[in-house]
Nanobody
Framework: VQLQASGGGLVQAGGSLRLSCVSS????????MGWYRQAPGNQRELVAI???????NYADSVKGRFTISRDNAKNTVYLQMNSLKPEDTAVYYC???????????WGKGTLVTVSS
């Protein structure tokens, strides 16, 4: 399984970005998909997760600003990020957990930099 993330970049505070993560296999086989992020000097943390059935969970820090969605027909999960803040600066990693597995698959990450 390969997960290819894209959409990162440099944006000013208050701006928006949309991250995409395309899977090399059908996402029907994934129980959960989502995004984690890791800022310099920090541990990787959950941003948002969406289940096969469409249930979503968000980190408190992004609720109301970020929206996760999943298009199984395109084998893609998205993260729409609005009202970005400098503290959102991090490498964002795509995540996918197959049914019956305990170890997830990870993408290589895409860098998001928010300037003040």
């Amino acid at each position: 399984v390969q997960l290819q993330a894209s959409g990162g970049g440099l944006v000013q505070a208050g701006g928006s970005l949309r991250l995409s993560c395309v899977s090399s296999v059908s996402t029907d086989g994934f129980k959960d998909m989502g995004w984690y992020r890791q800022a310099p000097g920090n541990q990787r943390e959950l941003v948002a997760i969406i289940s096969r059935g469409g249930n979503m969970n968000y980190a408190d820090s992004v609720k109301g600003r970020f929206t996760i969605s999943r298009d199984n027909a395109k084998n893609t999960v998205y993260l729409q990020m609005n009202s970005l803040k400098p503290e959102d600066t991090a490498v964002y990693y795509c995540y996918a957990l197959r049914w019956g597995r305990s170890t997830p698959n990870w993408g290589k990450g895409t860098l998001v930099t928010v300037s003040s």
